[in-house]
């Protein structure tokens, strides 16, 4: 099949592509990850593009949560390099029942960094990392 129609086979709706998208560099674990995302966050599978050299690993993941789009690739020019813990940012969802997206994620295998909990804007919101060292911000908006 000619790459072109395996690419237009996997396209996903119009609806998650658009705004801001997470492309992560998973440093081979990016299946691995899709696979934890839908038991912890109810991701759903939007399209893999496996790597043919490299049996396992993925040049392309791309997943939905809550709506939006995230996309992994065991690949990204340093993939081979060790892993580092992630720092300066948060993957945020927004949510209307933070309780619970809140245990589920931990029922995961999610570790607490911050309890979820009202804030002082009014929010309830904690933060969660995932095995795979990314942190994740659950947030309900204030009613």
Not at 20 to 31: E, T
């Amino acid at each position: 099949m000619p790459e072109d129609t395996i690419q237009a086979a996997a396209r996903p709706d119009a609806g998650v592509m658009n705004g801001v998208i997470p492309y992560l560099a998973m440093n081979g674990r990016a299946g691995e990850a899709a696979a934890f995302y839908a038991r912890a966050f109810g991701a759903r599978d939007l399209g893999r593009f496996p790597d043919q050299q490299n049996p396992g690993r993925f040049l392309h993941v791309q997943i939905e949560v809550n709506g939006g789009c995230l996309m992994m690739t065991d690949h990204g020019g340093c993939a081979e390099a060790p892993a580092v813990e992630p720092q300066g940012f948060h993957l945020q969802l927004v949510v209307a029942d933070g309780d619970a997206w809140w245990s589920r994620a931990v029922a995961a295998g999610c570790t607490v960094t911050v309890p979820f909990e009202r804030q002082f804007w009014g929010d309830r919101w904690g933060v969660l990392r995932d095995p795979f060292g990314l942190a994740w911000a659950i947030d309900e908006p204030a009613a």
